[in-house]
Structures are given as C-alpha cells and as structure tokens.
C-alpha cells in the first residue's frame, strides 16, 4: 500500500522556535507538497518541489522554507514558529505527468505553537 | 486566489439518499479533482475530470463539469454513513501540477 508518512501527529512547540516536519513517501513520486488547513480558510499551498533540491513557492510560503535532499523526503521548516503557525500541516506527493492518480496525503501533523 | 468554492458549505442526509455538492471556480482549469477527509485525517483522491470532459462515474460517484459555468457538481448515491467527511473540489489550472483547493463541503449522513 503506497503511503505518504509523517513524523509527527500532535506537536506542541514554544514560540520562536525552529520546527521541522518530516514528510517521506514511498512511491518514487517525483512532486511533493506542503499545505496548510485552517477553518474556515481550507488548504493553503506553501512549498512545493518538483525534483530533489528544487523548491518553489506556493501561496503562504512567509515564515517557512523547505528541503528536498532526497526524492523520498520533504521537509518543511518553521524558522522561528509562531501563534499564527498553529495548524493543520499536509504532505502531499504525486506523479509527474499522471494527475489521473491525484494526490496521496499523508495523515497530517496538527502543530500548535504556545 | 484562484480558490474553487463549495456548495453548501454543509448538508446532513439519511442514510440511502443522494448527495450533491457544487464547485465553482474562476480560471480556465486542466483538470478538476475531488477528495474526501475524515475528520482530522488526511486527503483522499476520489476522481478526476478533465476539462474536455463533462461527465465521468467511479462507483456510486458521479461528477460533472461545465467549463462554460465554471462549475462542477459531485454527486454520491445510495449514501451510507461511512461516507460522513468533509469534500474538496481542487483545481490544476497552472499546468504545473499544483492544485488549488476549495473549502470543502461538510457532508453529514445519518443511519
């Protein structure tokens, strides 16, 4: 069974410090995503990369960077986490060139930040 | 933001009825896509229809575009409890394989 796995469930951080969210996929997916879900606001795009060590930004990549130093993994960082980082974190990977597969989602990593 | 929006933004039903949800969006798209979320989990690709396409079917899923509406409907039949979760239409309308996702549609089914 393909899977998208992340690290990390629940977190609790303090504020300003840095985060990292681990996201590893086992399908040889060539993009990866990271998203953000808020109520009220659904599913933000942050960070995507279509292949190791390129990243692009999304549309709410403010306070976050990324790494892609395999092809398996994605990692999205908080540099210095903050209240309004608190949220539902989403890793997402897909095939190039078959969007007929959609995306696979990991389960998410609920994040607060006190 | 060239964000899809569903409707309603929820709908309780019985068990055995059918339930459809709306998506509009604003741009020309490649693609459209529908997903499911169990409560707090994460995303489930449902189905996709292309934009030269109007209708597609996957099991008790039917959905619909209109490109000239910019508009697309999802329709589940025969609905059972265990299709209680939230519903996201996204669109791919960059070309770069990146999906721009609605609010999602809280469909609630009762036994």
């Known amino acids: 069974d393909v899977k998208v796995t992340q690290s990390s469930r629940y977190l609790v951080k303090r504020t300003g410090e840095k985060v990292f969210l681990e996201c590893v996929q086992d399908?040889?997916?060539?993009?990866m995503f990271w998203y953000r879900q808020d109520p009220g606001l659904g599913l933000r795009l942050i960070y995507f990369?279509?292949?190791?060590?390129?990243?692009e930004k999304g549309d709410i990549p403010e306070g976050y960077s990324v790494s892609r130093e395999k092809k398996e993994r994605f990692s999205l960082i908080l540099e210095s986490a903050s209240t309004n980082q608190t949220s539902m974190y989403l890793c997402?990977?897909?095939?190039?060139?078959?969007?007929?597969?959609?995306?696979?989602f990991g389960s998410g990593t609920r994040l607060t930040v006190v | 933001s060239q964000q899809g929006e569903e409707d309603p933004q929820a709908l309780s039903i019985q068990e055995g009825e059918n339930a459809t949800m709306n998506c509009s969006y604003k741009?020309?798209?490649?693609?459209l896509q529908w997903y499911r979320q169990n409560s707090g989990r994460g995303l489930v690709h449902l189905i996709l229809?292309?934009?030269?396409?109007r209708e597609k079917h996957s099991g008790r899923l039917r959905v619909t575009l209109d490109t000239s509406k910019k508009s697309s409907s999802l329709l589940i039949t025969a609905s059972r409890a265990a299709d209680t979760a939230s519903y996201f239409c996204?669109?791919?309308?960059?070309?770069?394989?990146?999906?721009?996702f609605g609010k999602g549609t809280m469909l609630l089914v009762s036994p």
């Open positions: 229809i292309r934009s030269n396409e």
């Open positions: 996204a669109t791919d309308y960059s070309g770069y394989s990146t999906l721009t």
């Open positions: 399908m040889d997916h060539e993009n």
């Open positions: 741009t020309s798209i490649n693609n």
């Open positions: 997402a990977s897909s095939l190039q060139g078959a969007p007929s597969y959609g995306y696979t």
């Open positions: 990369s279509y292949d190791v060590k390129m990243k």
